[in-house]
Each structure stands twice: as C-alpha cells, then as structure tokens.
C-alpha cells in the first residue's frame, strides 16, 4: 500500500521517459521510499524501478547500477517512447524494497500501475487472482489492479473502460495511473479520494498528484472529481465516471511559480502540512473499521488474549509526540479503565521502572528513528513488557523493533515542527485505546462504534477551524514584539498548552511557558504582569465542573492584567466577558477536543514566527529526527 506518493504521467512528442523523471523530482517530497517509471515504446513497456530516493532510479536509468528491473531504452527506431508514468513512494505496507516499488505489472507485462492510497478490499481481489492463476510478486495492494485490468483487457475493451470497471469493484480511497502496451498513446488515470490534477499543453497532456510536477510545461490544469476517469492523449483530454457517462470539468489557472507550487502554493512547507492536516486526520482512520462495524488494526501483531492480560500501560515518547502520549493518558484510562503512565523517553530506562510481562509500553515516534525513544523500546523488550509502536515512516527501526504497529499515514512531513503528525498520533492513540476497550469489554460495541464514528467526524471540524483561522494570524502579527506568551489548560488542555509553548520556542525563538491552569496560585501566577498575553484553552461545557474552574483562572489573571486570548468551543458565552481575543472552534466531545483545539495554537507559532522573519520549516539548532541520546 503507499500513501501521500508522488505520481506523474505523460502523453506527447516529447521524451515520456525525460517528462516523467523530471516531474518525480518536484515530487519527491511526497516520498522517498522507490521510485519507479513505465515508458511506452514499440509496442512493450519498459518497466525500472529501484528502492532508495530517486537518485538510485535516475543511476538504474543511466546502466550505473546492477539491474534490478528492466531498463528503460529508445524503440527499435531510436525513438524514447512517448507516453509513460511514474512513481516515488511513501511506503506503508510492504517493505520499501525493489519488489514493491512501483509500476506494478501483470502478469504479461504489456500493463502498468502506479498507486496512490489504500484498497481495503485487496486481500479478498489477491485471493481470487490467484486462485484464478495469477502469480502476484510484490506485498502491495497495487499489484492486484494491475491484474485486474489484464483480466478486463483479455476481453476486448481498452485500457479506459477497464479501469472503469475495475475501479467500481474497488474499496478505499485511491489514485490510480495505468500505461497499456496496446494502446501507446493513451494514459489513463481513476481518482477516489486521493488528489489527481490533470495538466493541458499543446499536443501534449500530463497527470500527476500535484501541479508541482508539470508547472514547468503548463499552467492550464483540470482537478479531477470523485469517481472520475481521466483519458489523455496528445490530441486531448477525455473525462468520465466510473460509470463511464461524460463528467463536466473545470479547468483553471495555475499562477505559483515552482517552488511555491512544491508547496501547495503556500509560502512554507509547515502552512502546507497543517493545511493537509483533515486528510491526514481521515487517512489514519482510512481502512480500521471492519465490515462488522468493529475496529480492525491489521498492524496489531498482540494477540487479543495478550491485550487482556494488560495491567498497566506506559507510553513512552519525546518532544511533541510525549504531549500526544500525555492526551492518551486521559483516552485510554478513561476508556479502558488501566492505569496509563507517560514517561520521557529519554529518562525512562534511567529510572529502572517497574515492567512485566502484563506491561504494554507504547512507544510513540513519527520518525520511527527517535533514538531515546529507541532505546526505551530496547529496555522494555529486555524486560518482556509487550510494546506496541506508533509511527508515521514505514520499515523504520521503532516498528520493526515492537511487537505490533500503528502507522498514522500522515504522509511526510518536510517541517522540522511537527503538526500533521501531532493530529495522526492522537488519533492513533484514540483508536489503540478504543481497540483495548472493545478487546477488553470496558465499552459495549455500540459505544466503541459512536466514539469511532464522533472521530470520523474530525477530519472536517480541522477543516472548520482552518477556513476561519484568519484572525488568528493577525492576532499573532500583532504579538510580534512580545518577550513572553503563557499557555494555561486543564484535563487535556493541559497538553494541548504544552505543545502551544513548544511550537512557540521552536519557531519564533520566544519564551513560552504551557501550565495547568489549577497550578496557578500555587506559583505561576507570580508571572502574570500588565499586558502579558495568556492564551486559554477552555475545556468543553460537557465537563462543566471543568470548565466552570477554568472561567475563574480567566478572571484571576485578567484581574492582574494579563491580557486573555481564549480558545473556547462554539456557543460558549460564559467566557465571553473575560476574553481580550476570543477564537472558537467547533464544539466537539473533552476527549476530542485537542484535534481541534492545537490547529489555532500552530497557525499562531508559525504567523507570529514569520513575522519575526523567521525560516518555519528550519528553525535554528533543530533537525527533524533526533537519533542520538
């Protein structure tokens, strides 16, 4: 399977094989697992494909490296071919290998797949492939399309109405681009779910996950529908539905330059990955509820005896990832009813703490090469505590190391600050702790069902938050010339504060405090001064003895003069009086609440940051995996 991959594709006079290299290089941000290439010439594909980034492909091309696949090579004429596609892939299932890279083939080799997202139902179409004859190769997903349109193909249709049909028999959400020896100047691509955009040239057309990978050659664009089917030729562009009636198209205008387009149009990688954050929210969801309504982590490698003789639970984790370890805490014993404790990990082997073979430790990293979080892994394997792993990057040391894995497919993340992976991991962790209750019986199934679909939810509550966001990057300007900003929370935001004050340390380079708001007297209050801006986040009005406490820390600082800027849900009108600022977002369930209560306070790091002339994506003296203790 691959998530968040880079795709191109290309029909035209020019060299396919030239066209679709250069595109994967704009694209290679989207995944640097394999990368792989399908050019059409002669009346054969020539299919190479290699693991490591793109610079192992372009050596298989140029004959530097030892075959691996086909090389790619002119027709019998001389002539490239002239149509193709290509790939570079963010692995999430199967190992990031020359066996799983894409193009996938079928067993003839005259079709070519390239793949974007997830296809629930593959393990049922792999099964009946083979029991058809089909010999399948490779780990993924991707491979049974390609058979699958070699079935539709030995029919007699073309490449066009098989992907139709394949495509309705599909589950998930996918990308899907297929070359066909057949028919050499046709590329066809299918969309579900996952973004495909069309670019139109003169006598030439092009297809790729973003517009970054053509923006050299046109500006002139076609966004893809839901359930669409793309046909491109070099005389033009033909779109369908999977039902194969024609599809009305809108086509625009693309007016970012290159680098910008790499970035989705935005002026920083890190305002592109919290943009991304509702599809990254809804992918790590994608896939985990089975047919029966229950939840299904086809990563879980504990059995469910193993997960019911857990008495305790440690999470383990650093930095931003310890403030979503500290969320879980509140989730998993609300839920399951275990004692959760949240360590440092890079204190926790230190401490000598009690584990045993009843400890499930759960060591949350969005690298997978966090080397404190490593070796906490290591000394809990050592004393036989079953450890489970959350991740974002596919075959990296952490989940290779744990019994079992979650992976959050939140796609790559190119900001040193973390943000897309911060929302993955709190909802992988929502759905360890609801997996353990159901396993374990502390929540009905029916409960366990309305929680999972309260979360499905979420994706657009994030979206909510971020079309109304504007106020909150000209608050952040307006703050600019502070020294200090204060983060106060109670329950869970309290975390939520935590990771507000870190975000500000990372990127603006200010002093930044996150404290339980019910700590206030007891220390910090010592700190509130005339003007000093605290910013609030208000609990739920579904926990009103939490939210009636919180009201009254509003009034004891702003009492002092601290000047309130309240994060509150919509509808409430207690903290009206005592809000300097006031920003709303959606109301949502306490537990849920961080989802969209952390998406104001890195718009606000990352505005306030710029402001200050600040590079957001490389702040000073950080890198975005720590692999030494």
């Not at 004959?63 to 002539?79: I, K, N």
């Not at 089909?134 to 993924?140: C, G, V």
């Not at 969309?191 to 057309?205: A, D, I, K, Q, Y």
Request: hydrophobic letters at 40%; aromatic letters at 4%; a negative charge.
């Amino acid at each position: 399977m691959a998530r968040m991959c880079g795709i191109v594709g290309y029909v035209g006079s020019q060299s396919a094989l030239d066209v679709v290299v250069e595109g994967l290089a704009r694209l290679e941000y989207r995944g640097y697992d394999s990368a792989g290439t399908a050019v059409s010439a002669d009346g054969k594909l020539t299919v190479t494909k290699r693991a490591g980034k793109l610079a192992n492909l372009r050596e298989a091309l140029a004959g530097t490296l030892p075959p691996g696949g086909a090389d790619d090579s002119p027709g019998e004429d001389g002539t490239p071919g002239r149509s193709g596609i290509g790939h570079t892939r963010w692995a999430t299932h199967g190992a990031p290998n020359d066996r799983n890279a894409h193009p996938h083939t079928d067993c003839t080799g005259a079709v070519a797949v390239v793949h974007n997202g997830i296809i629930e139902n593959f393990a049922t179409l792999r099964l009946e492939l083979e029991r058809r004859g089909h010999d399948l190769s490779s780990d993924t997903d991707t491979e049974a399309v390609a058979h699958l349109l070699e079935e539709e193909l030995a029919k007699g249709v073309g490449l066009a109405d098989a992907m139709r049909r394949v495509c309705v028999r599909l589950d998930g959400a996918f990308t899907l681009v297929a070359v066909y020896s057949g028919e050499p100047d046709l590329v066809v691509g299918a969309r579900r779910n996952s973004p495909l955009v069309v670019g139109v040239g003169e006598g030439e057309n092009f297809l790729a996950s973003d517009v970054s990978a053509f923006i050299a050659h046109t500006r002139d664009a076609i966004e893809l529908g839901q359930d669409q089917v793309v046909e491109l030729r070099p005389t033009g562009v033909r779109v369908t539905e999977f039902d194969g009636t024609p599809a009305a198209v809108t086509e625009y205008h693309v007016d970012w330059d290159v680098s910008a387009a790499e970035k989705g149009g935005h002026d920083y990688f890190m305002l592109k990955e919290i943009a991304e954050q509702p599809t990254a929210v809804a992918d790590t969801l994608l896939g985990r509820i089975g047919a029966d309504g229950r939840l299904s982590l086809d990563e879980m490698r504990l059995t469910d005896d193993e997960l019911r003789d857990i008495d305790k639970i440690i999470i383990v984790a650093c930095g931003t990832a310890y403030h979503a370890g500290m969320i879980a805490k509140y989730a998993i014993e609300h839920w399951t009813q275990l004692p959760c404790e949240v360590e440092l990990a890079s204190e926790f082997r230190y401490r000598d703490p009690i584990l045993t073979r009843s400890t499930l430790v759960i060591a949350i990293s969005q690298s997978g090469e966090t080397m404190d979080t490593l070796m906490a892994v290591r000394h809990a394997r050592e004393q036989r505590a079953s450890v489970l792993g959350i991740c974002n990057v596919n075959g990296s040391t952490i989940p290779r190391e744990c019994d079992g894995v979650l992976y959050t497919h939140a796609g790559p993340e190119i900001a040193v600050a973390s943000t897309k992976a911060f929302l993955t991991q709190l909802v992988a962790v929502y759905l360890i702790a609801l997996y353990l209750a159901q396993v374990r019986g502390t929540k009905w199934g029916d409960e366990v069902f309305a929680m999972v679909q309260l979360l499905g939810t979420m994706p657009q509550k994030v979206e909510q938050v971020l079309e109304t966001i504007e106020p909150v990057r000209e608050l952040a300007r307006s703050l600019a010339g502070e020294r200090c900003v204060l983060f106060l929370g109670r329950h869970v935001g309290f975390p939520v504060a935590l990771e507000g004050a870190l975000k500000l340390k990372e990127l603006a380079y200010m002093h930044a405090e996150g404290f339980a708001a019910g700590e206030l007297k007891h220390g910090p209050i010592a700190l509130i001064e005339q003007g000093l801006p605290v910013v609030v986040i208000v609990p739920s009005r579904a926990r009103p003895i939490l939210h009636d406490k919180i009201v009254s820390n509003i009034q004891e600082i702003r009492a002092r003069g601290a000047r309130t800027i309240v994060i509150a849900e919509e509808g409430d009108e207690a903290v009206v009086p005592y809000a300097d600022t006031l920003i709303r977002v959606p109301a949502v369930p306490t537990l849920l609440q961080p989802l969209v209560a952390t998406v104001p306070l890195q718009v606000f790091a990352c505005e306030l940051a710029t402001a200050k002339g600040h590079d957001v994506d490389q702040p000073r003296n950080l890198a975005k995996s720590v692999t030494v203790e």
